[in-house]
């Protein structure tokens, strides 16, 4: 089910649409995502599960190829940890939600390195290339790492196929 509705953007007023549409997640549930986006830079979106919203806390140890493509459902509530990288994703009041998998999650943390580079220090780019090394191996299958998703919420999760053997 799709939504549109015509309403003022809340920096510039000027009009414009905000969609909402249902999806139905394989093996997970039917979720939400609202979005809007304005000419003036703006924008905004979320998911939301349309289930009963208790606290979630999963992880995925990420030990082959294959795991790479388990889905990534962060609400704008979520908390991404990824402990061996020592990077931590916490919510903020401009949090967005989105939904991917584990190589997408693997590759906003690498475009972050990138653009901490430009500025680092000498000390700083030495942590941010072995980071970005790490992420690397992992995508090769080379490296082990452990994904925790947590959301107060409930509107987070890490979905995988129940035919795939990595429940």
């Known amino acids: 089910m799709r939504n549109v509705l015509r309403a003022p953007c809340p920096v510039c007023g000027k009009e414009i649409e905000y969609i909402y549409q249902t999806e139905e997640i394989p093996y997970f549930s039917e979720i939400l995502i609202e979005s809007a986006t304005c000419s003036c830079g703006w924008r905004m979106s979320d998911a939301?599960?349309?289930?009963?919203?208790?606290?979630t806390k999963d992880e995925l140890t990420v030990s082959s190829e294959d795991d790479l493509s388990v889905r990534v459902v962060r609400g704008s509530a979520g908390r991404i940890e990824v402990p061996e990288l020592g990077v931590e994703i916490k919510p903020?009041?401009?949090a967005e939600s989105f939904i991917s998998n584990v190589e997408g999650v693997l590759d906003r943390i690498d475009a972050v390195l990138d653009m901490a580079l430009k500025t680092a220090g000498a000390e700083e780019q030495e942590r941010c290339l072995a980071i970005k090394d790490l992420i690397a191996a992992v995508k090769r299958g080379e490296q082990k790492v452990t994904l925790i998703i947590e959301d107060e919420t409930g509107n987070s999760a890490l979905i995988r196929d129940?035919?795939?053997g990595n429940e």
Do not use: K, N, T, Y
């Not at 939301?48 to 606290?55: A, D, H, L, S, T």
């Open 92 to 94: 903020g009041p401009a």
């Open 48 to 55: 939301f599960i349309m289930r009963e919203g208790v606290p």
């Open 162 to 164: 129940p035919h795939d």
